[in-house]
């Protein structure tokens, strides 16, 4: 609410008995005022919230002012007033608090998206090197289950003496553990696609193909 001022209400707004009534030019005479529509009276938006005492004669904290041919001269006496200052210095401490208090929360955000994506990083990158040492070698991915196959086992066994594996899959979720024959068969066939590139590079960098 303080960050976002007064609500600055554009009327319509009733005359009084002299013919009249609230004007939308006051606001920006006055950036703190504004409009109570329960009483018809002007108010200060930063004492109506800040102001924890109310004095006899403090029609600004309530929204009681309604003698709008005086509005002006009464205003210029509350905004010089300490009550006002007080109120108005302590509204921008609060919003600069709360502005540093979101920033903090944003740079802890980042950097611990940062820290999950090197996790995550580092996780995947020793699985692909498993999945690419099993296919070398020639060894079976799976045995009789899925859940006790080549793969699996080295990762559960190895995981223990790898922190950044045992990191990994500490934080993975049930429905996403990159442990699955899906995920498998994605290592794979990224192998088969560089090796691909890798034999193919030379002959059409060289146009040494011959048909």
């Known amino acids: 609410m303080l960050r976002s001022g007064p609500r600055r209400f554009q009327g319509p707004f009733p005359k009084?008995?002299?013919n009249r009534s609230f004007q939308n030019s006051w606001y920006d005479r006055f950036k703190w005022l504004d409009y109570n529509e329960e009483?018809?009276?002007a108010q200060c938006f930063y004492c109506k919230l800040l102001k924890s005492s109310v004095?006899?004669?403090d029609e600004f904290k309530l929204g009681k002012v309604?003698?709008?041919h005086k509005l002006i001269e009464k205003a210029k006496k509350h905004e010089v007033s300490a009550d006002h200052i007080r109120c108005y210095n302590d509204a921008n401490k609060i919003i600069a608090s709360s502005e540093k208090c979101e920033d903090t929360v944003k740079e802890k955000l980042v950097k611990c998206s940062d820290a999950e994506k090197e996790r995550n990083r580092k996780g995947i990158k020793i699985m692909f090197s498993v999945v690419r040492w099993l296919a070398t070698q020639n060894i079976s991915f799976r045995g009789h289950t899925e859940a006790d196959g080549n793969f699996q086992s080295f990762l559960q066994?190895?995981?223990e003496f790898m922190p950044d594996l045992d990191k990994f899959m500490s934080a993975c979720?049930?429905?996403a553990t990159y442990m699955t024959w899906k995920?498998?068969?994605d290592f794979i066939q990224m192998i088969d696609q560089l090796v691909i590139d890798e034999i193919l590079q030379p002959?059409?960098?060289e146009k040494s193909l011959l048909v």
Do not use: A, L, V
Request: zero cysteines; charged letters at 30%; aromatic letters at 8%.
């Open 203 to 205: 002959i059409i960098r």
């Open 183 to 185: 995920i498998q068969n």
């Open 157 to 159: 066994t190895f995981r």
């Open 173 to 175: 979720p049930k429905n």
């Open 39 to 41: 009483n018809d009276g």
């Open 66 to 68: 309604k003698s709008w």
């Open 55 to 57: 004095g006899k004669n």
């Open 16 to 18: 009084n008995t002299e």
